[in-house]
Antibody, heavy 126, light 107 residues
Framework: QVQLQESGPGLVKPSQTLSLTCTVSGGSISDARYYWSWIRQPAGRGLEWIGRIYSSGSSHYNPSLESRVSMSVDTSKNQFALTLSSVTAADTAMYYC??????????????????WGQGILVTVSS | DIQMTQSPSSLSASVGDRVTITCRASQNINSYLNWYQQKPGKAPKVLIYAASSLQSGVPSRFSGSGSGTDFTLTISSLQPEDFATYYCQQSSTSPLSFGGGTKVEIK
């Protein structure tokens, strides 16, 4: 069964760049059925989709973060990564990676996130 | 962007109760609606996808309905392990977006 694990620094200084990696085990990141997404959740608050990437490197970002976000994929390591530049305290959150499942259901493409990594808390503070 | 509004934001219920959570989209999303359960300190877990399809391994007491802009998650008989926060999420249009969550607490 597929498992995802986030890794990276838990503390980032304001104005610097946040960099996280998600390692996929139990399955291939090159599986054509899936995209791979990043989602974040500030403490005590709701969920925000950051963006997704395909194994080819094709990516799509949330416009609210697009100017600061970049994602990449390393198929040889079965990993994908997130960078978020010019961070502020507002970027403090639990960051999750998740598999983005796409299927044709009753002739219509649909998708959902499953499974998710356990999450990594990133604090932006000097 | 599509806004997702859940109600109520919290509710208190007893074991065995029937619980209904609603989710409203700011525009038509057909059946592109998923439901997740999140327990404290854990990642969300998908319960329902495409508005009414039960994810493999999820108990049948969970069900989803709706299309267009109005959706419902129903727990037919609340169990102790169901006390958690529930989120809806639209997958119709980018950016993908989530509702604000409904916290189900023990009465």
């Amino acid at each position: 069964q597929v498992q995802l694990q986030e890794s990276g620094p838990g503390l980032v200084k304001p104005s610097q760049t946040l960099s996280l990696t998600c390692t996929v085990s139990g399955g291939s990141i090159s599986d054509a059925r899936y995209y791979w997404s990043w989602i974040r959740q500030p403490a005590g608050r709701g969920l925000e989709w950051i963006g997704r990437i395909y194994s080819s490197g094709s990516s799509h970002y949330n416009p609210s973060l697009e100017s600061r976000v970049s994602m990449s994929v390393d198929t040889s390591k079965n990993q994908f990564a997130l960078t978020l530049s010019s961070v502020t305290a507002a970027d403090t959150a639990m960051y999750y990676c998740a598999r983005d499942v796409f299927i044709m259901l009753r002739g219509v493409p649909t998708n959902w996130f499953d499974p998710w990594g356990q999450g990594i808390l990133v604090t932006v503070s000097s | 962007d599509i806004q997702m509004t859940q109600s109520p934001s919290s509710l208190s219920a007893s074991v065995g109760d029937r619980v209904t959570i609603t989710c409203r989209a700011s525009q038509n999303i057909n059946s592109y609606l998923n439901w997740y359960q999140q327990k404290p300190g854990k990642a969300p877990k998908v319960l329902i996808y495409a508005a009414s399809s039960l994810q493999s391994g999820v108990p049948s007491r969970f069900s989803g309905s709706g299309s267009g802009t109005d959706f419902t998650l129903t727990i037919s008989s609340l169990q102790p392990e169901d006390f958690a926060t529930y989120y809806c999420q639209q997958s119709s249009t980018s950016p993908l977006s989530f509702g604000g969550g409904t916290k189900v607490e023990i009465k």
